[in-house]
């Protein structure tokens, strides 16, 4: 290996893009930085209380540059010559409408601010309506063709997101010439891609999100699709290939290198999701959990394919053949709100601060709501763990944007109940906590339950780094330690590491993670003498949660 040999990961996460540049000999970071998505950050073509989340594609090509361009200049000439090539990740399933070239709609005259010609984000549950409809129409066939993305298709992932994006905009319809998960899309522009049949799909996105399984030979019949609605008539044969992350996409464009600041030849890899290279950047081990946790969860577990041998689990986000590592069986859940859950509660009690001080004279508005917007989850922690816990506290119910494991269902809502005049807002927060850990735990559970050991936890993302409140129940509930990574930037140095690999500097993707990988901080071991009540509280979360489920199914 040439020593001086440099890499670029880029993560595409929910508010905000980063970048990293690394030293591929040994994973040091030369340079790091961060752009936060200037149309994301003002609300723009989104509506919470329609589940509706969007996204510009400028916001994502402004980030990358901006990011890109100043890890460069950081680093300087010397090592700018010796970058070798850029990985990618994303949040998923995020896809956009492209017209014949692959442009997405947003970029094209008249569709500048449609919303349904933008990245339809991850959290976006607009088609919880489609979703339904493609469970219950998969019962048709002879064929279970949801079985490797564990039996119940979201509405977060790519067909719901599709099917309804026609139904609901003619223009966009009319327009549309294929649709392109983010990851998949973001190199295609990086290599100067001009025709959307050129797009190279990750298997990471189609066999976790768009039914894509060598078992039946690519997607499921056009039948399928077609008898589901005749609208996906012209969308049953998308793509015929798909490839693994430590692949190359192609070379930098010229007019792309220029832009960035980067010498020709550097390598673009396969794009995938921001958890499944986030698990490579945490050091993923066989059988140990990595959580990624930050708006929501992703949780990922690698298995030998020889020791899985046609076992199918039930209940989760899909069971993809080197979707994770390549060469090793990728299984995917999730909690569809984790940092999300705490945010909300966060916002209802800023709400009096943003709301009622600015006609109060002498009080610097902004700058009180940003010191307590700062100070109020770490407060919470702090008077949160000094409560005595009893088996009969306040409980909470952590489905505040639907369940996505086990059994994903975006229509159930969250709960707080045995709140009294003695609950406050420490008390709601601890419940609120406890609940993420509960729903956590059903993930272990599911795995367990169905043949599957978890031998351990490993904690990755912002919730992991910054809240050793949150980490400590977690170890807690679940009666297992949980690792902490010695990295903030898990998901952009795993795209470091498969960038490593696609130039070719390490022979396969293991080989970067150990050679780049930092290893981990801190470790959180269950107090004993809690976890039995936990136990016991996990119970009550378990039983109402089956009722509030049936309340909504009766609805």
């Not at 030369?30 to 510009?56: M, N």
């Not at 019962?139 to 992932?157: A, P």
């Not at 910054?466 to 807690?476: E, F, V």
Request: hydrophobic letters at 40%; a negative charge; one cysteine or more.
């Amino acid at each position: 290996m040439n020593k001086n040999s440099y890499v670029i990961g880029v993560d595409f996460g929910t508010d905000s893009v980063r970048s990293v540049l690394l030293d591929a000999a040994n994973g040091n970071e030369i340079s790091t930085s961060i752009s936060y998505y200037r149309r994301w950050g003002k609300g723009l073509y989104c509506d919470a209380s329609k589940s509706q989340f969007r996204q510009h594609p400028l916001d994502y090509i402004e980030g990358m540059t901006q990011t890109i361009q100043d890890c460069v200049k950081k680093a300087g000439q010397e090592i700018m010559q010796n970058i070798k090539a850029i990985s990618i990740d994303t949040t998923g399933s995020t896809p956009i409408a492209v017209d014949a070239e692959g442009t997405p709609l947003a970029l094209t005259s008249g569709f500048e601010e449609n919303p349904n010609a933008m990245f339809l984000l991850w959290k976006d549950h607009t088609s919880v309506k489609e979703a339904a409809e493609i469970n219950e129409h998969s019962k048709k066939f002879n064929i279970d063709y949801l079985q490797f993305v564990g039996g119940v298709y979201s509405s977060e992932w790519f067909w719901a997101k599709l099917l309804r994006t026609l139904r609901v905009d003619e223009k966009v319809r009319k327009n549309c010439h294929s649709w392109v998960e983010h990851c998949d899309w973001i190199p295609f522009l990086l290599t100067g891609g001009n025709k959307a049949e050129n797009i190279k799909r990750g298997i990471c996105s189609a066999g976790h999100k768009s039914l894509w399984a060598d078992e039946y030979g690519g997607f499921p019949p056009a039948e399928f699709f077609i008898s589901l609605d005749p609208l996906l008539k012209n969308y049953t044969s998308l793509f015929d290939k798909t490839y693994t992350a430590d692949q190359a996409a192609g070379t930098i464009s010229k007019e792309w290198a220029y832009k960035l600041g980067l010498p020709e030849g550097v390598k673009i890899g396969i794009g995938a999701f921001d958890a499944h290279m986030g698990a490579v950047g945490g050091q993923i081990e066989p059988y140990y959990l990595s959580k990624v946790m930050g708006t929501s969860t992703c949780d990922m577990l690698v298995a030998p394919l020889k020791e899985i041998d046609g076992k199918l689990v039930g209940g989760i986000c899909g069971q993809v053949n080197g979707s994770v590592i390549p060469g090793m069986m990728g299984m995917e859940a999730g909690q569809s709100a984790f940092g999300d859950a705490y945010a909300w509660f966060k916002e209802i009690l800023m709400w009096p601060l943003k709301n009622l001080l600015a006609d109060v004279e002498g009080i610097d508005e902004e700058k009180l709501v940003e010191i307590i917007d700062l100070k109020l989850i770490p407060t919470l922690s702090e008077k949160a763990s000094k409560l005595k816990l009893s088996e009969m506290d306040e409980i909470a119910i952590d489905w505040l944007n639907g369940r996505r494991t086990p059994n994903a269902n975006q229509a159930l809502k969250g709960a707080f109940l045995d709140l009294n005049l003695g609950t406050d807002a420490v008390k709601m927060f601890r419940s609120l906590v406890e609940a993420t850990c509960f729903g956590a735990k059903k993930i272990v559970d599911q795995f367990v339950d169905q043949g599957i050991p978890v031998k351990g936890l490993i904690g990755l993302g912002g919730v992991a780094k910054k809240s050793p409140y949150i980490m400590q129940m977690m170890a807690d509930v679940m009666d297992m330690p949980i690792r902490i990574h010695k990295s903030e930037q898990t998901c952009a140095i795993g795209a470091g590491m498969f960038a490593a690999t696609v130039a070719g500097i390490y022979p396969k993707v293991e080989d970067a993670m150990e050679a780049m990988g930092s290893g981990f901080d801190v470790e959180y071991h269950p107090n004993k003498d809690l976890v039995s009540i936990y136990a016991k509280r996990y119970e009550r979360y378990s039983e109402i949660g089956k009722q509030i489920e049936k309340f909504t199914l009766k609805n």
